[in-house]
């Protein structure tokens, strides 16, 4: 399993953004089928809703899909600063915003209650003592 130096190297230094992630969804076409097509079927009942925490936005391949369908606040919580940078720049709003974690905890939304809590392609990167 990936180590806490390997996340944040990989992440915010050697990783090509350059298609936002989009390489990822390849198997179905592209990101809005994959969405469409398998996560929304699995996420319906819950969406829309008023409070969404996305762990793990990467470059935001799904905080695109989510933001339209959280109807409150929509905060993404990364290790790594250059997808909190990126996803600042394209999708900051009035009801949304991103913070960069210390990869352990989620101190930044510490108290605050979410209606869905989201990450997809991202905790298979993270050890056990993160996860606990
Ligand atoms: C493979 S990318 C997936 C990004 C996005 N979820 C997607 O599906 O396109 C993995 C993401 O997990 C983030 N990440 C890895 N370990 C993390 C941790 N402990 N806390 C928060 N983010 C983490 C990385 O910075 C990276 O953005």
Request: charged content about 20%; hydrophobic content about 35%; some cysteine.
């Given at each position: 399993?990936?180590?806490?130096?390997?996340n944040?190297?990989?992440w915010?230094?050697?990783?090509?953004?350059?298609?936002?992630g989009?390489?990822?969804?390849?198997?179905?076409?592209?990101?809005?089928?994959?969405?469409?097509?398998?996560?929304?079927?699995?996420?319906?009942?819950?969406?829309?809703?008023?409070?969404?925490l996305e762990i793990a936005p990467g470059?935001?391949r799904w905080t695109?899909?989510?933001?339209?369908?959280?109807?409150?606040?929509?905060?993404g919580v990364d290790i790594s600063?250059?997808c909190i940078?990126?996803?600042?720049?394209?999708?900051?709003?009035?009801?949304?915003?991103?913070?960069?974690n210390?990869g352990?905890?989620?101190?930044?939304?510490?108290?605050?209650?979410?209606?869905?809590?989201f990450s997809f392609d991202s905790l298979v990167h993270a050890?056990?003592?993160i996860?606990?």
């Amino acid at each position: 399993m990936p180590t806490y130096d390997w996340n944040i190297k990989t992440w915010g230094e050697t990783y090509n953004w350059r298609q936002e992630g989009e390489e990822w969804s390849s198997a179905w076409g592209n990101s809005e089928t994959q969405w469409f097509g398998t996560l929304l079927p699995r996420l319906h009942r819950f969406l829309p809703c008023e409070n969404v925490l996305e762990i793990a936005p990467g470059f935001g391949r799904w905080t695109k899909f989510l933001l339209p369908l959280t109807i409150g606040r929509y905060v993404g919580v990364d290790i790594s600063e250059s997808c909190i940078v990126h996803c600042n720049e394209k999708y900051k709003s009035d009801n949304s915003s991103f913070f960069q974690n210390d990869g352990f905890s989620l101190k930044q939304v510490w108290g605050q209650k979410y209606d869905l809590i989201f990450s997809f392609d991202s905790l298979v990167h993270a050890e056990i003592n993160i996860l606990n």
